[in-house]
């Protein structure tokens, strides 16, 4: 889906006409008229608004053309759903829910999340310690723990 018709889905799921939505912007009617038509797009700061407002992420009000990937734990960050938030309840778009919950990070150190992943990731066919090392070659490439091990 592009970009206008998910902002037009958005706003009529809000119930908001476009001239109340452009009021809560303080825009035009005819600017909001602009993006449903695809004329136009929201600009980076506007996006941010919309984010907020709709309780999405920017990624879907774009049509989720970038595939995220929580930067702690390399989760695929499929929908809204999984992606974490601040407290004040915007969308972090970097990181999974149940990394980083309410401005926190759960896991302290890249061992006591290598250690919950061998524990939970472990099959038949994937050994608790092959788990551990398979993780351990791939975290420290994510953002998060980049700079710390």
């Not at 929201?42 to 608004?49: C, M, S, T, W, Y």
């Not at 309780?55 to 049509?63: D, M």
């Not at 702690?72 to 990181?95: A, F, K, Q, W």
């Amino acid at each position: 889906m592009e970009t206008k018709d998910i902002l037009k889905q958005l706003r009529e799921r809000e119930g908001l006409t476009q001239e109340e939505l452009a009021e809560k912007l303080f825009l035009t009617r005819q600017a909001v008229s602009r993006w449903e038509t695809g004329e136009t797009q929201p600009g980076i700061d506007l996006l941010k608004q919309l984010s907020t407002l709709f309780q999405v992420s920017v990624n879907t009000l774009l049509g989720q053309p970038r595939t995220l990937i929580c930067q702690c734990c390399g989760m695929p960050l499929h929908d809204d759903g999984t992606i974490s938030r601040e407290p004040d309840g915007s969308l972090n778009e970097d990181y999974c829910k149940w990394c980083y919950a309410d401005g926190k990070f759960v896991y302290q150190s890249l061992d006591e999340l290598l250690d919950f992943l061998a524990e939970h990731m472990a099959n038949e066919s994937f050994p608790p310690e092959e788990a551990r090392a398979y993780f351990a070659r791939q975290l420290p490439e994510l953002a998060h723990w980049k700079n710390k091990v």
